[in-house]
């Protein structure tokens, strides 16, 4: 499934934007929320609990084939505050697993990034396991594939809070049942521009799906991406959740795919235009706050599926994305950064991708 | 239901009524009154409408014997604190599943505990099956070998 046989992703599989619809679907994520018994949840835990539940998880994974290095560990504690927020910045991580008022980890919060695979698995995060697969495009069957082997793969080594009736259960009961959370990032300007997304999205939600900003719960909309999820987990199997999704998300690439022709039919000269003003913006701009960015390259992504830009490729655009973020950029100028000398550092980085058709910046988790 | 012309039935009120109190006889309104806020708290009559959480304080009360829980606890963070509080508030909780999720019946993956039981082995094996089925009617072999595997591990051999 993914070209690094023997390494983790580190989260950055789908950048190389080899899934289908990729110019469109950016990435594709399973994940599944799993709970021990006889272990509180962690709204409830101590420190003494989280460790428990800990120990746990690394004792089933050591009795794994993963044991020995196939799947990396990362305590939250003994890692740098910015490469924290690298994994944050990633998605290997969420928000959940550093403490909400203090935003420093607790005691026994940790991350598991598979070797070969483009999955991870956080630990103590708003349930005991939170297993993900974050793949490039349209391919939630893959993904889900993915998830239901590792959990396989897991769970016979774990005592797992499981009903008969109410399936896997977890801490938040929209969680409960399969506790599978699929969701499409979808690049969907189109719709923005042709002013459809509203009567899509009406759809959307019809159908029991839930449309979300670029970070997912709660956050904004920035640049015309989208999140689309199950919001349901319970009384349908995997299979038909993920099925279901697919088929929507389908729907909403064909319509974009319409939107598209419209626009290049009936407003050719304008959306060009658009496209190049975006591209010579970020080609030549030496301050760019990170929303800028993110609208801009909306602009340069729709250019390239149109091919309006036909040098540049998705995967430099995806890397754009992730590694222009804050602790990303720290981490490539060695030290922190002012606001204002992350906007120009952030903008050198871009001209430089551009200009040099480069990839992204070298980073080593463990060090 | 409120009539917004109605006044109050007290002596030389003309406020707008807000409390309607109604005496029943055998199933019949026999006599029903009109009162303003005032002239109904003066009468004793309390115009305050219960919360949700006075309505319940009982069920409020409850708590998880496991983790101690209770379900106030559960409506102010939409998170419960353990497995076990599914057990403990069960069947508010069933129909709470209900309204999210449209069903309380798991329908996915079946686990399987280190230690299974006969009734697991079978609910895991019949699970299986349901999926099989599914992946050959979709035509997706790989998953269907890959779940025939799991079936045949699970089964005596011959």
């Given at each position: 499934m993914s070209d690094l046989q023997a390494n983790p992703d580190f989260g950055l599989g789908w950048l190389d934007g080899a899934g289908p619809y990729s110019d469109i679907v950016l990435s594709t994520r399973v994940r599944l929320a799993r709970n021990l018994q006889g272990h509180p949840y962690v709204c409830r835990a101590s420190d003494e609990d989280?460790?428990?539940?800990?120990?746990?998880?690394?004792?089933?994974?050591?009795?794994t084939s993963f044991a020995g290095g196939g799947a990396v560990l990362f305590r939250m504690e003994e890692m740098k505050h910015r490469n924290r927020h690298i994994f944050l910045e990633r998605r290997l991580v969420s928000r959940d697993l550093l403490d909400k008022e203090t935003g420093k980890p607790s005691p026994g919060t940790a991350v598991f990034v598979f070797s070969g695979n483009p999955a991870s698995m956080m630990v103590n995060?708003?349930?005991?396991?939170?297993?993900?697969?974050?793949?490039?495009?349209?391919?939630?069957?893959e993904a889900w594939g993915l998830a239901d082997r590792l959990d396989e793969e897991i769970s016979p080594y774990l005592f797992l809070a499981y009903h008969r009736e109410f399936g896997y259960l977890t801490s938040c009961p929209t969680n409960a049942?399969?506790?599978?959370?699929?969701s499409a990032l979808a690049h969907l300007p189109g719709l923005v521009l042709t002013k459809e997304f509203e009567k899509v999205f009406r759809g959307i939600a019809q159908v029991g799906l839930t449309v979300?900003?670029?970070?997912?719960?709660g956050s904004e909309v920035m640049g015309n991406f989208f999140q689309i999820s199950n919001q349901t987990t319970l009384g349908k199997s995997e299979e038909d959740l993920v099925d279901h999704l697919a088929q929507v998300v389908g729907m909403v690439i064909q319509t974009e795919l319409q939107a598209r022709q419209i626009l290049m039919r009936d407003a050719a000269s304008v959306t060009e235009d658009k496209v190049w003003r975006a591209y010579g913006l970020l080609r030549y701009a030496r301050s760019l706050p990170y929303r800028e960015l993110i609208n801009l390259l909306?602009?340069?992504?729709?250019?390239?599926?149109?091919?309006i830009l036909p040098s540049l490729r998705v995967s430099m655009l995806n890397e754009l994305m992730i590694f222009s973020q804050t602790a990303h950029l720290e981490e490539a100028a060695g030290k922190e950064l002012s606001k204002l000398e992350r906007h120009a550092q952030r903008a050198e980085y871009v001209r430089a991708v551009l200009r040099e058709g480069r990839g992204g910046i070298p980073f080593d988790p463990t060090g | 239901m409120h009539d917004p012309e109605r006044v109050c039935d007290g002596p030389s009120c003309s406020n707008p009524a807000v409390v309607h109190l109604a005496q029943i006889e055998n199933g019949k309104v026999s006599n029903t009154k009109y009162w303003c806020k005032s002239c109904a708290e003066a009468k004793g009559i309390s115009t305050k409408t219960p919360s949700s959480f006075e309505r319940s304080d009982a069920a409020a009360e409850e708590s998880c014997t496991f983790c101690d829980t209770t379900m106030k606890d559960f409506k102010d963070t939409g998170l419960l604190g353990c497995p076990h509080c599914y057990t403990s508030f069960e069947p508010g909780l069933r129909r709470l599943l209900n309204r999210i999720h449209g069903s309380s019946q798991h329908l996915?993956?079946?686990?399987?505990?280190?230690?299974?039981?006969?009734?697991?082995?079978?609910?895991?094996?019949?699970?299986?099956r349901r999926r099989l089925r599914r992946a050959v009617d979709a035509e997706d072999f790989e998953r269907a070998a890959l779940l025939r595997d799991r079936i045949r591990e699970l089964e005596p051999a011959g």
């Open positions: 989280r460790k428990a539940v800990f120990d746990a998880v690394a004792g089933a994974i050591e009795k995060e708003e349930d005991h396991l939170r297993l993900q697969c974050l793949v490039s495009g349209l391919r939630f069957m049942g399969t506790g599978l959370r699929a979300r900003g670029l970070h997912g719960e909306s602009g340069v992504r729709l250019g390239v599926s149109l091919k | 996915g993956k079946v686990y399987l505990p280190p230690d299974p039981s006969a009734r697991d082995l079978d609910a895991r094996v019949q699970a299986l």
